[in-house]
């Protein structure tokens, strides 16, 4: 249990295109969702938070609306980069805490977005 | 703000325990996690602890807590070549969020 999937996992795309990622909660239920954006050998940068229904809560110096956020279900937040860049490029990982559960959360297996 | 500190890098030999050391400044952590990462993948939750616990064991994996002196590590018993990874620790505390350490690179040669 407790899988959460990426879609795509791989992406390439011109400069000045919009970029859509899909991350589902397979087998539960998830209230939150996270965004993450993870630069070569270095840790993970938390991007926005995402509630169900509501908008999503972005971190400091995350462009709202270069980085658009939709978590429409409980099962499924999409995140759109808008008119991507070659600064853009990146691996993007979501993540999904379950709902009504503890504080675990679980993370899909990332997206490697390359703007050229 | 919180701090999550680890140590780079790592290498054992297969067979050998491996501890990775995880420090954080967040008082208030309620949780603290070890997540794994394989090359080109996401992460994969191994385990996590209670503030209140000083130890949780599971398997393989051993995590020590030392509240008082914000200490976290995760000791791998019988270390295989499979175990060579990333190895982010993380703490759930005031802010709500997980705040990631830096990550332990973990080598092991046969």
């Known amino acids: 249990g407790a899988v959460v999937s990426q879609h795509p996992s791989r992406v390439i795309c011109k400069s000045g295109t919009s970029v859509k990622i899909e991350c589902r909660s397979l087998?539960?239920?998830?209230?939150?969702m996270f965004w993450y954006r993870q630069f070569p050998k270095k840790s993970l940068m938390l991007m926005a938070t995402?509630?169900?229904?509501?908008?999503?809560?972005?971190e400091q110096g995350v462009e709202k609306d270069k980085f658009l956020i939709n978590h429409a279900s409980l099962t499924l937040s999409t995140l759109t980069v808008t008119s991507a860049h070659p600064e853009d490029s990146s691996f993007y990982i979501c993540?999904?805490?379950?709902?009504?559960?503890?504080?675990?959360?679980?993370f899909g297996p990332g997206t490697r977005l390359t703007v050229t | 703000g919180e701090d999550v500190e680890q140590s780079l890098f790592l290498s054992v030999r297969e067979g050998d325990s491996s501890v990775i050391n995880c420090t954080y400044t967040?008082?208030?952590?309620?949780?603290l996690y070890w997540y794994k990462q394989e090359p080109g993948a996401g992460l994969q939750l191994l385990t996590y602890?209670?503030?209140?616990?000083d130890m949780k064991q599971d398997q393989r994996l051993t995590v020590l807590l030392n509240k008082k002196d914000k200490h976290l590590s995760l000791r791998i018993a019988d270390t295989q070549t499979g175990d060579s990874a990333i190895y982010f620790c993380?703490?759930?505390?005031?802010?709500?969020?997980?705040?990631f350490g830096t990550g332990t690179r973990l080598l092991v040669s046969p």
């Open positions: 993540s999904a805490r379950r709902t009504g559960g503890t504080y675990e959360q679980y």
């Open positions: 087998d539960f239920q998830a209230t939150t």
């Open positions: 995402s509630n169900e229904g509501s908008k999503a809560t972005y």
């Open positions: 967040d008082s208030s952590s309620t949780y």
């Open positions: 602890i209670f503030s209140n616990m």
């Open positions: 993380a703490e759930f505390g005031g802010f709500q969020k997980l705040v």
